[in-house]
Antibody, heavy 122, light 108 residues
Framework: EVQVVQSGTELKKTGATVKIPCKVS????????MHWVRQAPGKGLEWVGL????????KYAETFQGRVTITADTSIETVYLQLRSLRSDDTAVYYC???????????????WGQGTLVTVSS | EIVLTQSPGTLSLSPGERVTLSCRAS???????LAWYQQKPGQAPRLLIY???TRATGIPDRFSGSGSGTDFTLNINRLEPEDFAVYYC?????????FGQGTKVEIK
């Protein structure tokens, strides 16, 4: 059974950079796309972007273009979300979630990591 | 971008009642590539339904999904106490992947 594990919390200053890891176990990372989704306090789900760990190709939501980088290190089955120039409205829980590439007509997100809370303050 | 609009925003119901949640897309969702997720406080979202109507592994059969094109529905027969949560629809046919704003099902 594939599992996705994230670290707990990050506290950052305005203008700083955060790099959040997400580790996969139980199956090869290259069987999946890894997506990132964020959720501000009391708000809904917002797609951030994805990486194809096989070749490093990425897609990002327009909202985050220029500030976000998603990378994968297949040697340690880990994906990273890096967000630069942090603002107070970046305060959110950041989830990683897998899209299984081995299923026909896939694309849904399952499973999800437990989330990393990023708090940005001055 | 495909905008998903869920209604209602909040439902106040009692255990045992039947629930119907709506998700409307701003344009047709290609090949019915639509999923539903359940999220409880302090937890990550959990996949319930994919491909409009296929239940994910371990999801009880009181959950069912239907619809096509731009109008989709999640039904829950006989609400159980553990079903009180927020429900999100998501389209995965196009980028950017988008979610509805969520429907909260709360205890009356």
């Amino acid at each position: 059974e594939v599992q996705v594990v994230q670290s707990g919390t990050e506290l950052k200053k305005t203008g700083a950079t955060v790099k959040i890891p997400c580790k996969v176990s139980g199956r090869k990372l290259t069987d999946y796309y890894m997506h990132w989704v964020r959720q501000a306090p009391g708000k809904g789900l917002e797609w951030v972007g994805l990486v194809d760990p096989e070749n490093g190709e990425t897609k990002y939501a327009e909202t985050f273009q220029g500030r976000v980088t998603i990378t994968a290190d297949t040697s340690i089955e880990t994906v990273y979300l890096q967000l630069r120039s942090l603002r107070s409205d970046d305060t959110a829980v950041y989830y990683c979630a897998l899209e299984d590439l081995t299923v026909l007509r896939g694309g849904w997100f399952d499973p999800w990591g437990q989330g990393t809370l990023v708090t940005v303050s001055s | 971008e495909i905008v998903l609009t869920q209604s209602p925003g909040t439902l106040s119901l009692s255990p045992g009642e039947r629930v119907t949640l709506s998700c409307r897309a701003s344009q047709s969702v290609s090949n019915n590539l639509l999923a539903w997720y359940q999220q409880k406080p302090g937890q990550a979202p959990r996949l319930l339904i994919y491909g409009v109507s296929t239940r994910a592994t371990g999801i009880p059969d009181r959950f069912s999904g239907s619809g096509s094109g731009t109008d989709f529905t999640l039904n829950i027969n006989r609400l159980e106490p553990e079903d009180f949560a927020v429900y999100y629809c998501q389209q995965y046919g196009r980028y950017p992947r988008t979610f509805g704003q969520g429907t909260k099902v709360e205890i009356k």
